[in-house]
């Protein structure tokens, strides 16, 4: 774990889930379940929302930065375990408060009006997207591995996830979405997820060099160029492929396309959830359209909440985090067997009311 000690205070201890401190003029936030690869949690979303409004208003705080404890990454997203037994035992109304608290932070961090500087070293994905590829100055390292994977778990992209992924150059969004690739610095850079690279081993320089100065001067003085990414090469094959109006086409684009690159996509695709890939595919589309990242966390949310009621978000967890035997039986298991209804049910409005980021 990289952090600055002189001069800090950790306002939870050394023990507590998320820790909060100060160095010079800048705050600090270190998410702090290493364990778990620091998976979020309703009670750390909260900790994290209170912070942040907290040092809106303290006018000594000029710059906030968010990591990762431990050394396997930022965070690998929710808390699905979390998730699981909630949908199993609980009816779904924890997980529901916990989405509603998260993608109002998300839209916090997106509107903060004080630089937000994440470290998106090592593994980024799903609600650690989140917290940190909606800041404002995001920085990733030789390390990263950013990812949207939710497909594999029967859920929709979300944090979030459509609107960047939708605003990516051409169809690399739709790549990412469906088949839940992780992607390192260049290729992150390329999609609008990240701004900086900077080498892992030079972290702690810029972290106490960033605590009286300047932060957007402070990162170009510590900005490297990222190593040669994949995803450039590919976007000849990848937009025309994805640019399908149906998943069942893109698939057999991919197939027909000849390359092994395109091939190995379809394949991994083919192991997702059906009823979420078309589901994702129709709020990519959906996220095109819309004007703020409020509107698409709405939307999210509706998904998000559509999920709980499906098979597959059992099934995606049990098979991935649970038994971990990779293999998930999904229902219905066929993409044919998905029916215009059952997509339509991820963006209708949740029993329990919108989560009404975006009205007005």
């Known amino acids: 774990m990289r952090r600055i000690t002189e ?3 950790e306002s939870m201890g050394q023990d507590g889930p998320v820790l909060t401190g100060r160095a010079g003029r800048t705050a600090h936030i270190t998410l702090n379940r290493p364990r778990a690869l620091n998976a979020l949690t309703h009670p750390m979303v909260l900790t994290m929302s209170a912070a942040l409004a907290e040092w809106e208003r303290d006018a000594s705080v000029a710059a906030v930065i968010i990591s990762g404890a431990g050394e396997r990454g930022l965070c690998a997203g929710g808390d699905i375990r979390a998730i699981h037994e909630d949908a199993r035992t609980g009816g779904g109304d924890a997980s529901t408060a916990f989405w509603r608290d998260e993608y ?30 909606h800041g404002s100055v995001r920085i990733v390292t030789e390390r990263s591995a950013v990812a949207m994977p939710e497909t594999g778990i029967g859920l929709v992209p979300d944090v979030g996830g459509t609107y960047l992924l939708s605003r990516a150059p051409g169809e690399l969004g739709t790549h990412l979405a469906l088949t839940g690739r992780a992607v390192g610095a260049a290729d992150a850079l390329l999609c609008g997820l990240a701004d900086h690279f900077v080498p892992s081993d030079r972290l702690d320089d810029l972290r106490a060099a960033l605590a009286g100065a300047d932060v957007r001067e402070t990162v170009r003085r510590y900005a490297r160029s990222a190593p040669e990414g994949q995803l450039a090469a590919d976007r000849g094959w990848i937009d025309a492929c994805y640019a399908a109006d149906s998943v069942e086409e893109i698939v057999d684009r991919l197939l027909g396309d000849g390359r092994p690159a395109s ?27 819309l004007t703020t990242l409020e509107q698409v966390l709405d939307q999210e949310y509706r998904a998000s909440c559509a999920a709980l009621t499906t098979p597959d978000l059992l099934e995606g967890i049990r098979a991935q985090v649970i038994d971990k035997d990779r293999a998930p039986r999904w229902s219905p298991k066929e993409l044919a067997q998905v029916t215009d209804a059952e997509v339509e049910r991820f963006s209708a409005r949740p029993p329990g009311g919108d989560l009404g980021l975006g009205a007005g």
Request: aromatic letters at 4%; glycine letters at 12%; hydrophobic letters at 45%.
């Open 104 to 133: 109002r932070l998300d839209a916090r961090i997106a509107r903060y009006p004080k630089p937000y500087v994440a470290l998106m070293d090592g593994i980024v994905m799903g609600g650690g997207v989140g917290v940190s590829a």
């Open 7 to 9: 001069g800090t205070s």
């Open 263 to 289: 091939k190995e996509a379809a394949e991994t695709i083919l192991t997702r959830s059906p009823t979420a890939l078309k589901a994702t595919l129709a709020a990519l589309r959906l996220a095109r359209g």
